[in-house]
């Protein structure tokens, strides 16, 4: 087989892998599984999604609160961490306990020290462990689509944002969970909250909302 040959086999059956995953994931309304936590924190996966593009399209500012929702083995809690710096907080939640420690070995690494402000958090998006109006900002990174109900989840937010705090959702296509940017934008519309921004293309979007004025 020729290079291009090769090339266009291993692309379909990334294809066809994808598919499948998407499928299996759809029937079973299940989380991705700790077994990928590498792939999520690989070279391929930062230069196809830099986090330092998704940290500057979800709005995280300097001396934020903020929850990283569904934050998996932590491919984007550490830019966010650095970016809030020492008068800012993260909190990171994944439902499963597994991820959470793949990214406590992480924060362990000597390249990390400089990291104090990250709070490992596992809990349901359906009961936040945080206080009511506590968050200046929720970041959610291809994750927002595995919560069966969203609607509930969306409540949650809400809750636990402070008046005008941002929802960030961001999507990648290679995520077996991906919806169309309208589908995100007409799901936190539906829950209240107030569009702000589309920043990106159908590859790669994030899309934010401000908590609306009335919850």
Known sequence: MTPLQIILVALAAIAILLVIVRVYLKLNSRPAPPIIGPFLNSPLRRVVQPSARVIERSGIKPGMTMLDLGCGSGAFTFAAARLVGERGKVYALDIQSAMLRQLERRLARAGNHDIKNVELKQASAYELPLADGSLDLVMSVAAFHEIPDKPRALREVQRV??????????????????????????????AGFVFEAKLGNFWDYTVRFKKPEAS
């Open 161 to 190: 944002l402070k008046k005008d705090g941002i929802l960030a959702l961001t999507e990648l296509i290679l995520d077996p969970d991906y919806p169309l940017a309208t589908t995100t934008i007409k799901e936190s519309k539906a």
